[in-house]
């Protein structure tokens, strides 16, 4: 069976820096990209970050030059490490595995960022 639990989250100010973790436990096969998404309130979830199996990485432009992704592929853990951190960030942050039957999704975590 296969688990994704997210781990990292939590308040800080602005500015500040939170690095998430995302522990995959199970078999996956064909995974084309691991990544992170988030869910404000009252918004949809929206792709992040996310690191194909390659190596390649792409970012949403609202987080570009703050965040960055990578994967431990030994540990199978993917990471999203988050800098200068805005209050528009504040929202629900997902894992998701991409492979070639759908999506697994983690429970999420809560980033909260303070003015």
């Known amino acids: 069976q296969v688990q994704l639990v997210e781990s990292g989250g939590g308040l800080v100010q602005a500015g500040g820096s939170l690095r998430l973790s995302c522990a995959v436990s199970?078999?996956?096969?064909?995974?084309?990209?691991m990544g992170w998404y988030r869910q404000a309130p009252g918004k949809q979830r929206e792709l992040v970050a996310a690191?194909?199996?390659?190596?390649?990485?792409n970012y949403a432009d609202s987080v570009k030059g703050r965040f960055s992704i990578s994967r431990d592929s030994g540990k199978n853990t993917v990471y999203l490490q988050m800098n200068s951190l805005k209050p528009e960030d504040t929202a629900v942050y997902y894992c998701?595995?991409?492979?070639?039957?759908?999506?697994?999704w983690g429970q999420g975590t809560q980033v909260t960022v303070s003015s």
């Open positions: 998701g595995v991409d492979w070639a039957r759908g999506t697994y």
């Open positions: 199970g078999t996956i096969f064909s995974i084309n990209a």
């Open positions: 690191i194909t199996s390659r190596g390649s990485t």
